[in-house]
């Protein structure tokens, strides 16, 4: 199954790319929806610096990495530097999300993750059969595969997977008591069930948001004891401006965004909004910067205003252009494994033609989507600024949602380090094509040292461009017909 056509992805893509060294690195080209560093603006309703760094994990806990935060300036914002030398290919940090959600077109294509860190639950070996469209017998050295089905489970009222116990309770305890469908989960007049529909049917694959992401932040905020430090985690993400935000939710979903938006709302509001929320005392204390954050309308309170026509908007606009892409692979991994493992010359050219031949069976059945695809929103990842010439990148190596950042060249103590959001392709264009889709899915014209050195260069389009202009010119029902085969 290749599932493709409708919506064009707001910003490099998440995944395999059809590459078996991509594929099998973990790596997600252009740090998937990465979100731009100017998106942050100091203020006194921001989280502390504590709390940017309570979500880096490390062996034994939280940790803070060789990195600090800085305010760069009015027109990027915040940025993040190193404070100590960096060496190329050392992990810089690893950060988990503060809400991540599998796409919900991806989830209905049967490519399964746990609905919390959004592990692949399939073993490597089901993931090459179901992507192949056929029974490829026994994977050779399985124990690469770091599948463990035993420790799967459901949730006992919803039914939903999680590949363990600790993110079932994970995920019980932030936000899915206040989702969790019970008994209702295949009734298509449950709100939750109406609202996630609705998002199918005007935001098609290839995907680059989910409603649901959108329904955890909300949860979570419901559920928490702490609320105000959630809201204020939240609140670092937000300062659009009304245009802005209007053009991010019209890219997400097109030419009829107004009435599809408005549709969504209802059914968002009705899904999970409470009257008992407004009445809750702590939020007096946040009220006066919440209007600044969000939406400038007058004493109310940020959850409530997320329920409003112009809150809908400004939450919206928040996970498009916030939103990291997440993807995960049982078969990249086991993929990883296997190229890591010190065999006799004959050996290794065998195993590394079955897996050739493998991944071309792949691209025939199922073209460049291997991986289980969601998004997330990470803190500290989302001070990277970008850059077309990048000394940095994300990617997702554990096969869940833990985000690495690596460095890809050396980095000097005191140097900013950045992230780019095109993927290797993209970077390879020119200023022009570049900086067309900066502009359009980011908002900004980009003024990295390559674009500055190019500044000269002739507004011409990439060739590639013009293909995928193209391929956006052909017939919507053809595209879909032809690229969303299941296997």
Not at 9 to 32: D, F, I, K, T, Y
């Amino acid at each position: 199954m290749r599932v493709g056509g409708g919506a064009r992805p707001l910003g490099p893509r998440v995944r395999g790319v059809g590459s078996r060294a991509a594929h099998a690195q973990g790596e997600l080209p252009g740090a998937g929806l990465s979100v731009r560093g100017r998106c942050q603006r100091p203020s006194k309703m921001a989280a502390s610096m504590c709390d940017m760094f309570s979500f880096c994990v490390g062996a034994a806990g939280p940790v803070r990495g060789p990195v600090e935060v800085r305010f760069v300036s009015s027109a990027k914002g915040k940025g993040l530097f190193a404070t100590r030398p960096v060496q190329k290919g050392e992990t810089i940090f690893v950060e988990r999300p503060l809400v991540a959600s599998q796409f919900l077109w991806n989830a209905l294509y049967r490519y399964r993750a746990c609905d919390h860190c959004l592990r692949a639950l399939e073993t490597a070996e089901e993931n090459a059969q179901r992507l192949s469209g056929r029974t490829c017998g026994a994977l050779p050295h399985p124990e690469q595969c770091s599948i463990r089905k035993e420790l799967h489970q459901l949730c006992p009222h919803c039914q939903v997977a999680y590949c363990s116990a600790e993110c079932r309770q994970a995920a019980l305890e932030q936000y899915h008591r206040a989702l969790c469908l019970g008994p209702s989960q295949n009734d298509p007049a449950h709100p939750l069930n109406k609202l996630q529909e609705a998002w199918r049917s005007v935001h098609y694959p290839p995907e680059t948001a989910s409603i649901m992401l959108m329904a955890r932040m909300v949860a979570t905020v419901k559920q928490a004891k702490d609320k105000e430090r959630w809201i204020k985690l939240f609140s670092q993400f937000c300062n659009k401006t009304a245009n802005e935000e209007e053009e991010i939710v019209h890219k997400l979903l097109g030419d009829k965004f107004k009435g599809q938006l408005e549709l969504l709302r209802r059914l968002f509001t009705e899904a999970l909004y409470e009257e008992q929320l407004s009445r809750e005392n702590f939020i007096k204390k946040v009220i006066s910067e919440l209007i600044n954050q969000l939406l400038l309308i007058a004493r109310r309170r940020m959850q409530d205003q997320w329920f409003t026509p112009d809150g809908f908007r400004s939450l919206f606009a928040l996970v498009g252009t916030n939103g990291q892409g997440i993807g995960t692979s049982s078969l990249s991994q086991w993929v990883h494994g296997c190229d890591a493992l010190d065999l006799k010359p004959q050996e290794r050219e065998q195993l590394d033609a079955f897996i050739d031949q493998l991944y071309k069976d792949i691209e025939r059945a199922s073209g460049e989507f291997l991986n289980c695809e969601g998004s997330g929103l990470f803190v500290l990842q989302s001070c990277c600024n970008h850059s077309c010439v990048p000394n940095a990148e994300t990617s997702f190596p554990e096969n869940n949602f833990l985000l690495h950042v690596t460095a890809l060249e050396d980095i000097k103590p005191g140097e900013e380090i950045c992230i780019s959001y095109l993927d290797c392709c993209q970077r390879e264009r020119s200023r022009y094509s570049r900086h067309k889709i900066l502009r359009e899915n980011y908002l900004f014209v980009c003024s990295c040292p390559k674009c500055l050195a190019e500044a000269e260069d002739p507004s011409v389009t990439s060739d590639e461009e013009e293909e995928e202009e193209e391929e956006e010119g052909e017939p919507e029902d053809a595209e879909l017909e032809d690229e969303m085969t299941d296997v």
